[in-house]
């Protein structure tokens, strides 16, 4: 049974309710993806709020509807969603004395750092903050003296019910651009997503694959919530657990819809999307295991705070993760996972390749979606400017999904063995799977591909061929 708090205060009609979201393009995203919101049979009362400020910042509705909504939710939340329904309820009303109410479950469970905040807030007062600018380094490979070969695929953790996993919210509990929502720590795991299809029962994205962990070992996962961010010199920055904002976050994970704002320089966000929104909250809960997207240069960063913590991360979806080659081996990109008993073992799936043979890499030069086709080449083209290396890499650029047999037929003509490249769907498996069949010889490193069900199966099902983007590989 938990705590339950309200506080009561009047709505003034001298306040404008949600007062500091006008300055949002909250169409982007939808715009991007090309979809259109259906919201039905939403029944928690947490997500009938939500429905409603959602549709209030893309149809022009009056936002003050969704109140009564997150007024019932506080009977059946924790202390700290109260806080954050709390939150919500005053940067929409407009109206700052609900942040006494904020403020007191912070300070009651000692988090100093959201409670001045709330206090600021709440007297309308400058709110003081503190920032440290974080750099990623670019270390060069030491290989040693006449190293002929590299093997990918060695480095792994594990995961078992002794372990306590955090993840994000959006693509776990919760999916605004796909209509899905329920209250942000729900038990119940989304498993398919704007994609709108299933694959073998496989899942998609990160609450796909959680489910499949949980399936194996009996873990604690805790999806938050409630993440600050703060805009310092035109960048919006996450915190780490010292409330101290280091981690940048991109500008349209910040007009998701469903994010409150408090400020114009301060908002919270409720639908977590990446590494940057877990460090604070996945420290503050013991969590040995991270899940999230890595994505953006702020993830990486994020994601070797945590390492440097002890705390294990799990980065599926990982554009920007060769950023952080040569410096960890506690940060898995798209690497598979493996059960033993009842222990599940990441990584630890290996190719071996000759330094001078010919390698096949996929790029893309378009914007959004689908560029996640281009890490590849940000893998090759990082490792080589940190090794010195003469690798022999012949990059080859699509311009569009269903492409993937123009690089096995490059590979074809170059009498090419290695191919680096991503599998999104059913096109992509084909024409890389018949590739594989042709010979044993051939071997394929993937990347951002674990989280769709076609990457996941070409993992699976061609393990002595087929391995990851290894951060740490071995040269002899």
């Known amino acids: 049974m938990s705590l339950f708090i309200l506080i009561l205060l009047p709505f003034s009609s001298a306040d404008t309710p949600d007062t500091y979201a ?13 979809v259109s919101l259906h919201f039905t049979n939403i029944t928690d009362t947490f997500a009938q709020g939500d429905v409603i400020l959602i549709e209030s910042r893309l149809q022009g509705k009056d936002p003050l509807e969704a109140i009564p909504y997150y007024q019932e939710a506080l009977k059946t939340s924790d202390l700290e969603e109260q806080a954050i329904l709390w939150e919500s309820i005053a940067s929409i009303s407009g109206n700052p004395s609900y942040y006494w109410s904020s403020y007191y479950i912070w300070a009651f469970t000692n988090n100093s750092f959201r409670a001045d905040i709330d206090r600021h807030l709440l007297n309308r007062e400058y709110i ?3 920032y440290k600018s974080v750099e990623l380094k670019q270390p060069y490979f030491a290989t040693p003296k006449g190293a002929t070969n590299i093997t990918i695929g060695e480095s792994h953790f594990t995961l078992t019910e002794k372990d306590i996993l955090v993840s994000q919210v959006d693509r776990v509990t919760r999916d605004w651009l796909s209509s899905q929502l329920q209250d942000p720590e729900s038990e119940h795991l989304l498993t398919i997503f704007s994609e709108n299809y299933d694959v073998e029962n496989i899942g998609w994205h990160e609450g796909g694959r959680i489910s499949q962990y949980k399936d194996v070992v009996n873990f604690t996962h805790i999806p938050v919530t409630g993440t600050l961010v703060r805009k310092i010199n035109g960048t919006w920055y996450a915190p780490n657990e010292l409330g101290i904002f280091m981690f940048d976050v991109p500008i349209d994970k910040v007009e998701y819809p469903t994010t409150r704002y408090l400020r114009q320089d301060l908002a919270l966000i409720v639908d977590t999307h990446g590494v940057n929104m877990l ?8 969590a040995t ?5 890595c994505d953006h240069i702020g993830k990486i960063k994020a994601a070797l705070y945590l390492n440097e913590k002890g705390i294990k991360v799990i980065c599926n979806t990982d554009k920007y993760l060769p950023l952080a080659l040569g410096q960890t081996n506690q940060t898995l990109g798209s690497a598979p996972f493996k059960e033993e008993g009842k222990t599940l073992i990441f990584g630890n799936q290996t190719i071996t390749f000759d330094i001078n043979e010919k390698i096949i890499v996929l790029n893309v030069t378009e914007d959004y979606g689908i560029s996640y086709y281009a890490t590849p080449t940000i893998y090759f083209t990082h490792l080589q400017q940190q090794t010195l290396l003469p690798f022999n890499i012949r990059y080859v650029t699509i311009t569009g ?6 690089l096995v037929d490059v590979a074809h003509e170059q009498d090419a063995h290695l191919i680096a490249a991503r599998v999104y769907d059913e096109n992509d498996y084909i024409a890389l799977s018949s590739w594989l069949k042709e010979s044993t010889q051939n071997r394929i490193m993937l990347f951002h591909s674990e989280p769709y069900p076609y990457g996941y199966l070409l993992l699976r099902n061609y393990p002595e061929q087929v391995s990851f983007d290894d951060l740490m590989p071995d040269f002899s």
Do not use: D, K, L
């Open 128 to 130: 003081p903050y503190q």
């Open 22 to 34: 006008q300055e949002f393009n909250f169409t982007y995203t939808t715009e991007i993806y090309g």
């Open 401 to 406: 999904y269903g492409q993937m047999q123009t």
């Open 289 to 293: 295991v991270v899940i999230g997207c």
């Open 279 to 286: 460090v604070e909250q996945a420290i503050r809960n013991n």
